[in-house]
């Protein structure tokens, strides 16, 4: 588990923005939320204690993750899914950048992880709002058409 306030910070950060996608999205943000917070929530359970050796529970986990993000993201088509598709494969990469030269430190992998895991998370917002906006307008239409 997390041992220290940020990564703390980070998961609610997390569980807000995926609940509000859980909440107000379509269907495929509704999918992608459940499953990145779903990742995000079982790599503390198989994470590595030991510094120097790869964390490849976390690794599985974020190819699976990676992987449901690919195939929502062919099968939405939208934007905010390609973004959160291409940071989750640039995860990926970073996990096997690390296995193959262990020479890179574990505090640049950490926030490289961090860095990419907000621009997943800012997909599924800007997803959300946009989501939102589309159904506010297809609302305001209806009532012009029917008053």
């Not at 997390?2 to 980070?10: A, F, G, N, V």
């Not at 909440?23 to 359970?45: E, H, I, M, N, Q």
């Amino acid at each position: 588990m997390y041992h220290t306030l940020t990564p703390w910070i980070s998961y609610g950060v997390a569980v807000l923005i995926c609940g509000f996608a859980l909440w107000k999205g379509d269907r495929w943000l509704r999918f992608v939320a459940a499953v990145y917070l779903a990742g995000w929530t079982a790599s503390p359970f198989v994470a590595i204690r030991d510094l120097m050796s790869p964390e490849w529970g976390v690794m599985a986990i974020d190819v699976l993750v990676m992987v449901l993000l690919v195939w929502a993201s062919l099968k939405a088509r939208r934007i905010w899914s390609i973004v959160a598709a291409a940071c989750q494969m640039m995860s990926v990469a970073s996990h096997i950048v690390s296995i193959i030269d262990l020479r890179i430190y574990i505090a640049t992998l950490v926030a490289g992880l961090a860095l990419l895991s907000y621009g997943v998370l800012i997909a599924l917002l800007a997803g959300t709002l946009s989501a939102l906006r589309a159904r506010r307008l297809a609302d305001e239409r209806d009532r012009d058409l029917h008053p």
